[in-house]
C-alpha cells in the first residue's frame, strides 16, 4: 500500500538583508579586542598617525574600523587603487581595509603614509597579519610601517563569543535562550566569521521548519557544518 503521507509544507524564508550592525553601542568589548576597542575610541589622540590593527579573519578589525571611519569622517581607500583615492583625500583621514588581503601597492601605501604624516592626518590599515609578514620590498615603505603603531585583536574569548551570537540573532530579531548561545560558545569554531554562519543557518533552518531556535536545533545544525553537510544554501 502507498504511503499517502504528505510532508508538511515549508516555509521558504526570504533573504531580507538583515544588516550586522556596526555601531558603538553595539561592539562587544572583551579582554580580546580591548586594546583596539581603546586605541578607537581615544582618537585623534594616537601614538603614531598610522595605527594597524591586525588579527585573523572574523576577529572584528572591520567593525572597529567602521566606528573609527564614521568618528573620524575618514574615507575608505581601496587597496588595489591607492593612487586614484589621493587626489581628493585632502587633510581627511584615511582607512584601508583588509590592505593584506592581496599584494600590497607599495608605491602607493608609501606617498598615501607620507601625505597623511604632511597633512597632520590619520591612517588606520586593518590587516590579518603584521606588517614584517606583508613581504614589503620597498625599504622606505618598510621603514614606515615600523614606524606605526601596531595593535593585534585576537580570537574571541567565550564572553566575546557569546555576546556577538545574542547580537546576530538580535540583529534578526530573534530572541534565543542563554542556554543555547552557551552551547554554541562551547561547540562552534572559535571564530566571529563563524558564529554569522551558524546563526544565519539557524535562523533559515528555524523558519523553514516553522520552529523557535532550540538546543536541540543546535546541536543538529553544529553537527551538519562538523560533517559538512548541507553547506549552506545562501
Given at each position: 500500500?502507498?504511503?499517502?503521507?504528505?510532508?508538511?509544507?515549508?516555509?521558504?524564508?526570504?533573504?531580507?538583508?538583515?544588516?550586522?550592525?556596526?555601531?558603538?553601542?553595539?561592539?562587544?568589548?572583551?579582554?580580546?579586542?580591548?586594546?583596539?576597542?581603546?586605541?578607537?575610541?581615544?582618537?585623534?589622540?594616537?601614538?603614531?598617525?598610522?595605527?594597524?590593527?591586525?588579527?585573523?579573519?572574523?576577529?572584528?578589525?572591520?567593525?572597529?574600523?567602521?566606528?573609527?571611519?564614521?568618528?573620524?569622517?575618514?574615507?575608505?581607500?581601496?587597496?588595489?587603487r591607492?593612487?586614484?583615492?589621493?587626489?581628493?583625500?585632502?587633510?581627511?583621514?584615511?582607512?584601508?581595509?583588509?590592505?593584506?588581503?592581496?599584494?600590497?601597492?607599495?608605491?602607493?601605501?608609501?606617498?598615501?603614509?607620507?601625505?597623511?604624516?604632511?597633512?597632520?592626518?590619520?591612517?588606520?590599515?586593518?590587516?590579518?597579519?603584521?606588517?614584517?609578514a606583508?613581504?614589503?620590498?620597498?625599504?622606505?615603505?618598510?621603514?614606515?610601517?615600523?614606524?606605526?603603531?601596531?595593535?593585534?585583536?585576537?580570537?574571541?574569548?567565550?564572553?566575546?563569543?557569546?555576546?556577538?551570537?545574542?547580537?546576530?540573532?538580535?540583529?534578526?530579531?530573534?530572541?534565543?535562550?542563554p542556554?543555547?548561545?552557551?552551547?554554541?560558545?562551547?561547540?562552534?569554531?572559535?571564530?566571529?566569521?563563524?558564529?554569522?554562519?551558524?546563526?544565519?543557518?539557524?535562523d533559515?533552518?528555524?523558519?523553514?521548519?516553522?520552529?523557535?531556535i532550540?538546543?536541540?536545533?543546535?546541536?543538529?545544525?553544529?553537527?551538519?557544518?562538523?560533517?559538512?553537510?548541507?553547506?549552506?544554501?545562501?
Amino acid at each position: 500500500m502507498p504511503d499517502n503521507k504528505i510532508d508538511p509544507p515549508r516555509q521558504l524564508p526570504l533573504d531580507l538583508g538583515h544588516g550586522t550592525g556596526y555601531s558603538r553601542d553595539e561592539l562587544v568589548v572583551s579582554g580580546t579586542n580591548s586594546q583596539a576597542v581603546s586605541l578607537v575610541d581615544r582618537w585623534p589622540d594616537w601614538p603614531s598617525p598610522v595605527v594597524v590593527l591586525a588579527g585573523p579573519a572574523g576577529s572584528g578589525k572591520t567593525h572597529l574600523a567602521s566606528i573609527w571611519r564614521a568618528r573620524a569622517g575618514a574615507v575608505k581607500v581601496d587597496a588595489g587603487r591607492i593612487g586614484d583615492c589621493m587626489a581628493s583625500l585632502g587633510a581627511r583621514p584615511a582607512l584601508i581595509d583588509d590592505v593584506d588581503a592581496g599584494p600590497v601597492d607599495e608605491e602607493g601605501l608609501f606617498h598615501l603614509i607620507n601625505a597623511v604624516r604632511g597633512a597632520g592626518s590619520t591612517l588606520l590599515l586593518t590587516a590579518r597579519r603584521f606588517p614584517s609578514a606583508w613581504g614589503v620590498r620597498l625599504p622606505d615603505l618598510a621603514s614606515r610601517l615600523k614606524a606605526a603603531a601596531t595593535v593585534e585583536i585576537h580570537e574571541p574569548d567565550d564572553h566575546l563569543l557569546a555576546g556577538v551570537i545574542t547580537k546576530l540573532f538580535a540583529d534578526r530579531q530573534v530572541e534565543v535562550e542563554p542556554h543555547v548561545v552557551q552551547y554554541l560558545v562551547r561547540r562552534i569554531e572559535r571564530s566571529l566569521a563563524t558564529a554569522m554562519r551558524v546563526v544565519e543557518r539557524l535562523d533559515r533552518t528555524a523558519l523553514e521548519r516553522k520552529t523557535p531556535i532550540t538546543r536541540a536545533l543546535a546541536a543538529e545544525t553544529v553537527s551538519a557544518m562538523d560533517e559538512g553537510q548541507g553547506e549552506f544554501e545562501i
